[in-house]
């Protein structure tokens, strides 16, 4: 955001009744846009001028609006504010004869909103709008062009044909903004604001690490040639600004091919932090495309990105244990003995909303309980039937989500989002049929009750 102001200024944004002079003030704000994800946080993402107006200008309206003139492919509005009209009557009517006045433009295309936004006395409205839209008619607009930057870049990557996808990670270097840096990995790109290099460095080496873990394990339906970003907030404050959901410490974009989370900033403890988060959002992406760009379960899916948040690495950067997540475990043995948790019946064919609805805690914790269950106790081992359970659906997954795409594009259907919704629910639900086939749920539900009770929380 760029600001231009006069001396005396006083803030308009949040307390429009405050006393004092008010020189002519402008604002330039530039708002990226992207998809929202989901479940979608609260507040939601700031993507558009009325989310930042609802979230940034809290005390402000909208009292008209009208349609400004199309221009080179970005469509235009302009509006007028005024103070929100709350709390008392006294409020209310000093509301109403308050002499601040705003007014903003909107320049949107497909990629990004500007916002020329200008706020002054309400006697000297029509004169300074009147500036403030030629102002914003004669803006330009383009994308940074930096061909010395994406030259020397196209070369580097051509002489390291190891870091796939160059084109990509041309693009996303050569738009960096100021504060922002990046290193390469085989198989992710990290963007990062933080000042923390040794977190980076430290991060940097064990997501490959943790990588080829989730192949070894999960075996991908065909060659994955996508490249993730990784961006790494300075702060938490950052993080929310990109889009982190309230009371998350990062999260998968499948849309922008992003992995999102913060620097936690608390030495040591915080590095460990960083890396959980960072392992358990690495693996929705990863399973993401190892199915063929379907997410299974949530039990599976935020079950595994736990189990391997507890990653331990030997001498020689491999994974060579898995601890009991400190995060979870309180949440589960809690449930247990309260009798609060869903069943296993209930739990392994949970649709999304379900599993993100009012008990996601409880599911989050039972989610990881069920994959450490699975994987860790002995009982397991000795049941065939509960030893294939995971590889079981795993396998039926690929297979089912590869035949509904088949039959999807031969019917002509693959941008269809109601049959393909419900394909991809089929496939996850036959997964889970098989998984289970042979299962006594109630049999494997007590055992895992008893395993999980025993459990202790790292220290």
């Not at 199309?70 to 005024?82: A, D, I, N, P």
């Not at 009147?130 to 383009?142: I, M, P, T």
């Not at 949970?350 to 599911?363: L, Q, V």
């Not at 065939?384 to 079981?392: F, G, Q, V």
């Amino acid at each position: 955001m760029l600001r231009y102001v006069g001396e005396k200024k006083r803030d308009t944004t949040k307390a429009p009744l405050s006393s004092g002079p008010v020189r002519p003030g402008l604002q330039i704000i530039r708002i990226d846009w992207r998809e929202d994800p989901e479940p979608l946080p609260n507040p939601p993402p700031i993507t558009n001028f009325r989310r930042y107006l609802d979230q940034r200008l809290g005390a402000w309206a909208i009292e008209r609006e009208s349609d400004g003139p199309e221009r080179e492919g970005w469509t235009c509005k302009e509006y007028e504010l005024r103070p929100r009209l709350a709390g008392s009557a006294e409020a209310m009517a000093e509301a109403l004869l308050t002499s601040v006045t705003q007014w903003a433009c909107e320049l949107r295309n497909a990629e990004r909103t500007w916002v020329v936004l200008g706020s002054c006395e309400r006697v000297e409205a029509e004169k300074e709008i009147r500036a403030w839209r030629r102002c914003a008619e004669s803006l330009e607009f383009s994308e940074p062009v930096q061909p010395a930057e994406a030259s020397r870049w196209a070369r580097f990557y051509a002489k390291n044909p190891g870091f796939r996808n160059a084109e990509l990670r041309v693009r996303i270097r050569t738009r960096l903004v100021h504060g922002w840096e990046a290193e390469d990995t085989a198989n992710y790109l990290i963007v990062y604001s933080t000042k923390n290099e040794s977190l980076v460095k430290h991060l940097e080496k064990r997501l490959e690490a943790i990588r080829r873990a989730y192949v070894e394990l999960f075996p991908p339906a065909q060659e994955i040639t996508a490249v993730s970003t990784v961006r790494i907030c300075k702060d938490k404050d950052e993080y929310d600004h990109y889009g982190g959901p309230p009371g998350s410490a990062g999260y998968w974009n499948h849309v922008t091919e992003e992995l999102v989370l913060f620097d936690f900033d608390n030495g040591q403890a915080g590095k460990e932090d960083s890396r959980s988060v960072l392992f358990h959002e690495a693996f929705h992406q990863y399973i993401h495309y190892a199915v063929g760009e379907l997410d299974p379960h949530s039990w599976f899916n935020e079950g595994y990105g736990d189990y391997f948040s507890g990653a331990e690495f030997d001498v020689h950067g491999d994974v060579s244990r898995i601890h009991v997540n400190p995060w979870r475990i309180r949440w589960i043995q809690q449930a247990i003995w309260k009798k609060e948790h869903p069943s296993w019946s209930e739990l392994g064919w949970m649709a999304k909303k379900d599993y993100y609805g009012p008990k996601r805690p409880i599911n989050y914790a039972m989610g990881w309980s069920v994959i450490y269950f699975l994987n860790k106790a002995k009982e397991v081992k000795k049941r065939p039937a509960w030893a294939k359970i995971l590889p079981t659906y795993f396998e039926t997954l690929k297979a089912a989500h590869a035949r509904a795409r088949a039959r999807l594009e031969a019917a002509g259907l693959t941008e269809d989002g109601e049959a393909v919704g419900k394909a991809n629910a089929e496939s996850r639900d036959e997964a889970a049929s098989a998984a289970f086939r042979d299962v006594d749920m109630r049999e494997i539900e007590e055992a895992w009750r008893e395993f999980t009770l025993e459990l202790e929380a790292p220290k």
